[in-house]
């Protein structure tokens, strides 16, 4: 049995990370049995983030590496049908959500001063309220060091915005009159995509970001189908 160790649920997501809900859509696509584990602190993981998974003692951190063990242990390709060009777009497409449209969702839910008190408030309740605005500010100060030298935190919310709102464009066009991102059946892009994408929505204040896809039918149709067909039941 898998142990997958997860961050809990956050915002009506079913965990708090879309990295940890891309890991989630991977396993139960590959049919392998796993046992969830939320714990809200990744301190001694590996990399000191989740997701990681646990396999007869040995741990696996970071959700690309696990990704090649599931496609291993269960002899599958989540890119199985694709050509090499549109592997390589797949992996273009999973490499500009998880590196810069993600850090765009974190300048908004941890930069902005009106979504900061709800981040804090469920990702930090296990911290005794007497000392968790001065633990959270210590940990908030980080967050955005790390945003900073990212990138990401050097620029004006309309700035980032602006450089998002043209990858999300790019995902639409991409997807086009498609179910998926690269026709009728899931794959390795669209674990990747849908949590980003959906991450974007749920952000408590909702920023020009969530807005703007949730103008667009085609992403929102798009959304709903990997939701459908991918995530545990019962997630709406």
Not at 33 to 62: H, N, S
Not at 108 to 130: Q, S
Not at 140 to 158: F, H, I, S, V, W
């Amino acid at each position: 049995m898998i142990k997958f160790y997860l961050y809990p649920p956050a915002f009506g997501e079913p965990t708090a990370s879309p990295f940890c809900m891309k890991t989630w859509c991977m396993l139960t696509a590959a049919n392998l049995p796993f046992e969830c584990i939320e714990t809200p602190d990744p301190r001694k993981t590996p990399k000191q983030k989740l997701p990681v998974i646990e396999v007869d003692g040995t741990v696996i951190a970071d959700s690309e590496i696990i990704r090649s063990y599931i496609e291993n242990a269960a002899d599958i390709d989540f890119d199985d049908g694709l050509s090499d060009h549109q592997r390589g777009i797949a992996r273009a497409v999973i490499r500009m959500v998880e590196e810069h449209i993600y850090f765009a969702i974190v300048a908004d839910r941890w930069g902005e001063d009106d979504n900061w008190p709800h981040v804090r408030e469920v990702f930090f309740n296990a911290i005794p309220k007497l000392i968790r605005g001065v633990v959270t500010g210590f940990i908030r100060k980080q967050a955005l060091r790390n945003l900073d030298g990212q990138g990401m935190g050097r620029y004006t919310p309309e700035e980032r915005f602006e450089r998002v709102r043209r990858d999300i464009i790019a995902l639409r066009e991409l997807i086009g009159d498609q179910d998926f991102l690269f026709g009728d059946h899931p794959t390795a892009a669209d674990y990747s995509v849908a949590p980003m994408l959906r991450a974007s929505i749920v952000t408590p204040i909702e920023k020009p970001l969530a807005k703007f896809i949730k103008s667009d039918p085609v992403l929102m149709a798009y959304v709903t189908r990997v939701t459908d067909r991918c995530y545990p039941q019962g997630v709406k």
